[in-house]
């Protein structure tokens, strides 16, 4: 069974940093590309960053673009998500999800709450 | 950046009732849309991709469609499970986009 648990969550003040964490399970990690959703209390899904299996491929929303750094360890099936310079706007629910054999989210985890306060 | 601009914002219809969702691309994206539905307080699931094809364990009352740059979601037989926000997803270019979100209610 395929799982995504993300972690790394919390309560952070404008402008620091926190990093999340997605531990994956139930398929080869090192086979698939991998993303990183948001979604703001009550609003619609915003995709963030996608990696490429190998780590050769990376991309990122303008919104996120110079703050935040998506990155992976194949050895530990672990997808991390490093967020800096936070702002109120980057609260949110963050899911991580695989993109499939054609790249789309096929499954996606629980999803992490960051919340950006002062 | 590509728009999705996806109709109605929200529904209300009968179970056994067919609905469709629209999503209107602002430029051509071949057949790189996929459909997700969330459900209340759950994760987004994957419905359809590249346009016209089922997700594994979808039902088949779930399809997809195109007409040039219009992409529809059709649910038949709607049943009572059936209630939560439906997003459309363009892949073809980054940043990749969703569309707006359609909730749906059963009455």
């Known amino acids: 069974e395929v799982q995504l648990v993300e972690s790394g969550g919390g309560l952070v003040q404008p402008g620091r940093s926190l990093k999340l964490s997605c531990v994956a399970s139930?398929?080869?990690?090192?086979?698939?590309?991998m993303n990183w959703i948001r979604q703001a209390p009550g609003k619609g899904l915003e995709w963030v960053a996608y990696i490429s299996s190998g780590s050769s491929y990376i991309y990122y929303a303008e919104t996120v673009k110079g703050r935040f750094t998506i990155s992976r360890d194949n050895a530990k099936n672990t997808l991390y998500l490093q967020m800096t310079s936070l702002r109120s706007e980057d609260t949110a629910l963050y899911y991580c999800a695989r993109g499939g054999s054609l790249g789309d989210f096929d499954y996606w985890g629980q999803g992490v709450m960051v919340t950006v306060s002062s | 950046d590509i728009q999705m601009t996806q109709s109605p914002a929200s529904l209300s219809a009968s179970p056994e009732e067919i609905v469709t969702i629209t999503c209107q691309a602002s430029?051509?994206?071949?057949?790189?849309l996929a459909w997700y539905q969330q459900k209340p307080g759950k994760s987004p699931q994957l419905l359809i991709y590249?346009?016209?094809s089922l997700a594994d364990g979808i039902p088949s009352r779930f399809s997809g469609s195109r007409s040039g740059t219009q992409y529809s979601l059709k649910i038949s037989r709607l049943q009572v499970e059936d209630t939560g926000i439906y997003y459309c997803l363009q892949r073809y270019s980054n940043p990749w986009t969703f569309g707006g979100g359609t909730k749906l209610e059963l009455k």
């Open positions: 590249s346009a016209t």
């Open positions: 430029q051509d994206i071949g057949n790189w």
């Open positions: 139930g398929f080869t990690f090192s086979n698939y590309g």
